[in-house]
């Protein structure tokens, strides 16, 4: 490690956070019948994830004259508004670089905490590049969203929470981007428990972290794509790939299919509105891609700060994924009542049509049919097989 990182220095955070954090009770849910599994609702934290931890902390251990010169940060969207809200707080300037791709609802929130920003185009590491730049042209105090001591310090606190209200925890699932929550995390609980498996979860598109541990050296990833914006980071930090290498049990990773299905439960079941980052640990627990099976087991939702349009595009992939949602195409003799037949068939078989597309012209179909595409809810993937076996024995020729 570049710098050291103490338990008493993760206590300490604890203290100075103690009237500034929320402390989200752990909440019980069903997503498996095999285990005892519980969520650490971070999307509950004052700005709707838990960066505002290691951010505050951090702005609060800086010197007079560190502070006199402001603060520059750089993030996918919650590290910044934990920056702004935390300086504002101290009475600090505040600049961060955004991807400009960042959605709208963090880039807005980021400067209602009392934050100016910079949009820089590209993803999360020329955000970083570009806070670089200038800090050293203008003098910032850099406050890194992952990669320093004192920040893993103000996130290893949800490990600390969460051993002192379930003492008997087993096991603690934490989302990875850069590291910085895994690190803190892992660190305080391994140090205090040494028995509680620790493992992390990646995205897909995004797994840097994974990609690292597995090769025993620093990856750079030359790209990365997600709907986890708040996990799409190209490399870990240096302190934060030694912390997982050393304390991490295994790291796995989720596809965008498995994390819209997580945002959707977590909405429907718990209601609690999570972003991509954010559930990427349930996503893992529903997919049953780690060993909690009898397990008392807690998954860390990291943050709930989902743009409402991204939400939207997430719920109805979680509703197709789950077989909630689903298309039928259909070639029908163009005559009168065959739309009828086809409706009545569905209702029959419990099926809900919500949208009707008809075809006349398809150079697929022979002149005198046509083709209709319908959108139907469903309850989930063996009811539409039950639908699509129901139209062919009624006689309809179901073509995808």
Known sequence: MSQILTIE????????????????????????????????PECLQHTGSFKLR??????????????????????????AQGVALGATHNGIKSLICLPAGAPISKIEATKRYGAEVCLVPGVYDDAYAKAIE????YGYTFVHPFDDPLVIAGQG???????????????????????GLISGVAFAVKTLRPDVKVYGVQAEGAPSMEESIKHHRMIHLNSVSTIADGIAVKEPGLNTYDLCNRYVD????????????AILALLEKQKLVSEGAGAVSVAAVMSGKL???GRKTVCVVSGGNIDVNILNRVITRGLTVGGRLSTLTIDLADQPGQLSGVCNVIAQLGGNVISVTHERMSSHTSINACTIRLELE?????????????LAEAGYTVVA
Do not use: W
């Open 134 to 137: 200038l800090r050293d042209k």
């Open 250 to 261: 295994g790291i796995v990773t989720v596809s965008d299919d498995e994390i819209a299905a």
């Open 9 to 40: 220095e993760v206590f300490k955070a604890q203290e100075v956070l103690k009237d500034v954090a929320r402390h989200p009770r752990l909440v019980p849910t069903k997503f498996r019948e095999d285990a005892e599994i519980y969520l650490k």
């Open 378 to 390: 469903t309850r989930n993937a063996e009811h539409i097989k039950t639908i699509r076996e129901g």
């Open 54 to 79: 290691g951010a505050y902390y951090k702005i609060s251990q800086l010197t007079p004259e560190e502070k006199s010169r402001g603060v520059i940060a750089c993030s996918a969207g919650n590290h």
């Open 291 to 293: 060993p909690v099976k």
């Open 157 to 179: 606190t949800i490990g600390l929470e969460i051993l002192d209200e379930m003492p008997d925890v087993e096991a603690i699932i934490v989302p990875i981007g850069g590291g």
